[in-house]
């Protein structure tokens, strides 16, 4: 089935122009002038990938994305904040607000379609079947869950992959260029910044459960590491 992704944007120009290479790439694709438009839409129709621009009318962009992110039939979306706001400040806003991804205006329809095809590549159904656990932490492939002590832990796309790969590589530090290739692929360019961003979520999801340590070892100058001893 073609996927189907969500345009949020109120510039009629840039809409037709993605509409137009999208639709070439084999997409099908729904347009929304605002916020609570947008969020009406996925309410109502099955939406594989949203591109979001953040100044809307009605309800800002970070606004939409937080909410995508709070309701379970959406928090796994993918999301890509398109953007004129280009300052390092607004774009970690923008990931830690839940963004998987963050482009900004103006911007290469080439790179934005290459973007778009990885992240939908990575969160499309997951291939192999089985469990992957490490310490108190379970992560059902097949089903795309992950527990800690019993309890369900809920995770973007891009953390359920970086927590993917590191229960397969347990104990063994990766620099951040390496979790780049490894996470969003070799072809795709994304600051290394990006990657301390959804550590960073990825670590006050897991160490949400009451008890549990952070087994997120930071190492200085080298990367991070699955380490059950980090807090030890």
């Known amino acids: 089935m073609d996927p189907t992704v969500l345009i ?3 510039e ?3 809409v037709t122009m ?3 290479n999208l639709e070439r790439e084999g997409m099908n694709v729904v347009e929304a002038g605002d916020g609570d438009e947008a969020l009406k839409i996925m309410a109502e129709t099955h939406v594989d990938l949203v591109l979001l621009d953040w100044m809307l009318p009605v309800m800002s962009g970070i606004e939409v994305c937080r909410q995508i992110r709070r309701k379970p039939e959406s928090r796994d979306l993918p999301v890509i904040m398109v953007t004129a706001r280009g300052e390092e400040g607004d774009r970690i806003r923008g ?4 963004a998987d991804d963050y482009v900004t205006k103006p911007f290469a329809i080439g790179e934005l ?3 778009i095809r990885a992240l939908l590549r990575r969160s499309g159904p997951a291939q192999p079947q089985g469990q992957l656990i490490y310490s108190d932490i379970e992560m059902d492939l097949a089903a795309h869950r992950v527990n800690r002590s019993g309890k369900a832990i809920h995770l973007g796309p891009t953390e359920f ?3 993917r790969y590191f229960l397969e590589h347990p104990g063994r530090v990766f620099s951040r260029e390496q979790l780049l290739n490894a996470v969003w692929g070799p ?5 290394t910044r990006t990657v301390d961003v959804h550590i960073r979520r990825l670590r006050k999801a897991l160490n949400d459960v009451k008890g ?3 087994v997120i070892r930071t190492v200085r100058a080298a990367g991070y590491a699955l380490d059950d001893d980090a807090a030890a």
């Open 8 to 10: 949020v944007e109120d």
């Open 95 to 98: 990931l830690d607000t839940g």
């Open 18 to 20: 993605l509409r137009y």
């Open 12 to 14: 009629a120009a840039i």
């Open 113 to 115: 379609l290459a973007r």
């Open 161 to 163: 992959r970086l927590l």
């Open 212 to 214: 549990t340590r952070d």
């Open 187 to 191: 072809n795709i360019y994304v600051e």
